[in-house]
């Protein structure tokens, strides 16, 4: 018996126009690791997780999770232990921050609750102590996302995965859209949340070194296929010269 | 590497110069055959005619006898008191005073066979703003018929716009079923589908209400789907992966997005089923159109200025409300 929480066996996906974006993809996910996928643009890191969430329709292969197949009812109970975070955020804009943050365990309030506005007590109260958490303790509750900076956006962001108490975190490129210190500090707080929960993360980066300081594993990408797949401690840099194609990727990304 | 040999495109071609020329001539048969010369030619007969070169002209004739009897609007009403019950001299209503004046009339004498004027004496009750209170009864009717039409409307286009928005409707057979309900609702002028509700619902407001609720419930129905369609999709892509189910998505990501446009389309056809609901009395949709109609066929043109002047002076002033609202709602951020 195998104790991973979530494993990818051998999983197909190609596009229209045969363009191969998972190809034979394999992979797990233990309790408590922080995954990191590398790979440059189009190397079907976001396909991947889309593909685990079921917002894309897989060609072959299949999802488990904690070893039972992810197909219709089982994927509504993987969709409840899961959270994502987003490259752009995906947060409802023209709401508030802590609108934005309740919206993560939106699936458990109940209809009328929702069409009137009024929102349980206890999902408030644990919006406000996430906000605290993720260090946005000063940030006033009705502010617009829209009036918000990247780094704070994506600090409610975590916020709203949080809030839902998830086994997995699987977040697709979380700091590409942000400046390199506010991205050191995002992972570096997601990373404290994860030991706190104890939350796997699978979480898509551009960046080696914010890699290399996050995840305790790292699988390297290219063309829809898996070309490493190694602790962080065992990477080379011949791994990383296989997924890269010459040295200025390497810094550039 | 930049190709030294690619070329921009050429801002035009042969070919749409040809396609320019083309609607060109097509455009000069299309003005012969409907006339649109004749607007010249009559527009410079009458105006020849005002300066008093030319005796007499087309637009002078149809319109001389109407433009003398339009100013100045009527705003009292008068009513012959022989037709009043218990008409009491004494006792009149509020402001108002009675007129008298001979009326002459000819009859045949049987004795003599002869035509002999008769004199006879009439007299009227006036009452000095009796015809604006009727004409402020009636387009406070407009409004309110507005307003209904509206309300159900918006009733009838929520769930429309749910089921024919691509993205939310459960198949593709309700998705076009409900497109070309939308469609039809909208395709129908709402001055010719008022001609049949008034025979399902007989003359008067509610056949008004019908026929522009449904109207602009298939105006409201297609805006408010194309804005669910087109609003972002990253915070309900979001929604969808945490296992939310599809309406509550719509209600706790979608709405936020598109709430300010659904406000202006609303605002938009408030001001249009005001419009409309003063031109549909014409046809028996009850209001102040209703009213316009009546006098107009009876060749009471100063009741009629007092008529356009009313609905002038309420279609401005929800222009300006409007507009005041709208910036309210929306510009607040």
């Known amino acids: 018996m195998i104790n991973n929480l979530l494993a990818i066996k051998s999983v197909k996906k190609v596009y229209e126009g045969d363009i191969k974006a998972l190809d034979e993809v394999s992979l797990e996910i233990n309790p408590n690791e922080i995954v990191a996928l590398l790979g440059s643009s189009g190397a079907g890191k976001s396909t991947l997780l889309k593909s685990i969430v079921g917002l894309v329709k897989l060609d072959e292969g299949e999802v488990l999770f904690k070893n039972t197949s992810v197909i219709g009812k089982n994927l509504k109970i993987l969709r409840n232990s899961v959270a994502t975070i987003y490259q752009n955020f995906n947060l409802v804009v023209r709401s508030s921050v802590i609108k934005n943050i309740m919206l993560g365990k939106v699936s458990k309030v109940s209809s009328w609750r929702i069409l009137a506005n009024i929102w349980p007590r206890e999902i408030k109260l644990q919006a406000i102590s996430l906000l605290t958490e993720v260090g946005l303790d000063s940030l006033d509750l009705h502010k617009r996302i829209e009036n918000l900076s990247g780094g704070q956006q994506q600090r409610i962001g975590i916020a709203r995965a949080l809030i839902g108490s998830p086994e997995i975190i699987l977040a697709d490129e979380p700091v590409s859209n942000l400046d390199p210190q506010t991205a050191k500090e995002i992972l570096s707080l997601l990373k404290e949340k994860s030991k706190e929960n104890k939350i796997s993360i699978l979480c898509s980066l551009h960046q080696v070194e914010l890699a290399k300081s996050f995840a305790d594993r790292i699988i390297g990408m290219k063309d829809g296929r898996i070309v490493f797949n190694k602790l962080t401690k065992n990477l080379s840099e011949k791994d990383l010269n296989m997924i890269y194609k010459n040295k200025i990727d390497y810094y550039d990304k | ?333």
């Open chain 2, 1 to 333: 590497m930049i190709n030294k040999n690619s070329k921009l495109d050429p801002p035009f071609s042969f070919k749409t110069l040809l396609i320019l020329l083309l609607l060109f001539i097509m455009l000069f048969f299309s003005a012969q055959r409907v006339g649109v010369p004749d607007i010249f030619i009559r527009l410079y007969e009458a105006s020849l005619d005002v300066v008093g070169i030319k005796d007499s002209s087309k637009i002078g004739k149809g319109l001389s006898r109407i433009s003398q009897e339009m100013w100045p609007p009527v705003v009292e009403s008068r009513k012959d008191i022989n037709l009043i019950l218990n008409f009491n001299e004494n006792d009149l209503p509020f402001f108002s005073y009675t007129e008298s004046f001979m009326e002459q009339s000819y009859e045949i004498n049987p004795d003599t066979l002869l035509l002999e004027k008769i004199e006879e004496e009439v007299v009227f009750l006036v009452d000095p703003l009796g015809y604006l209170k009727t004409v402020i009864i009636k387009i406070i009717e407009s409004i309110e018929i507005a307003f209904w039409a509206s309300f159900l409307s918006i009733i009838l286009s929520i769930p429309l716009a749910y089921y024919s928005a691509r993205n939310y409707a459960p198949n593709r057979m309700i998705y076009y079923f409900c497109r070309s309900i939308v469609s039809a609702l909208r395709a129908i002028p709402e001055l010719i589908s008022v001609l049949f509700m008034v025979l399902a619902f007989g003359f008067g407001p509610i056949a008004g209400i019908m026929a522009l609720g449904l109207h602009s419930a298939g105006f409201l129905g297609k805006f408010f789907a194309e804005d669910i369609e087109n609003a972002d999709k990253g915070p309900q892509e979001a929604l969808i992966a945490l296992g939310v189910s599809k309406w509550k998505v719509l209600t706790v990501s979608v709405l936020p997005q598109v709430m300010p446009q659904y406000v202006a389309y609303i605002l938009y056809i408030l001001d249009r089923n005001l419009r409309m609901a003063t031109v549909i009395g014409l046809v028996g949709g009850g209001g102040i159109g209703q009213e316009l109609k009546g006098r107009f066929d009876l060749f009471e043109y100063g009741h009629v200025t007092t008529i356009i002047l009313a609905i002038f002076v309420v279609v401005f002033i929800f222009d300006q409300l409007s507009a005041k609202l709208r910036t309210k709602l929306i510009g607040g951020n």
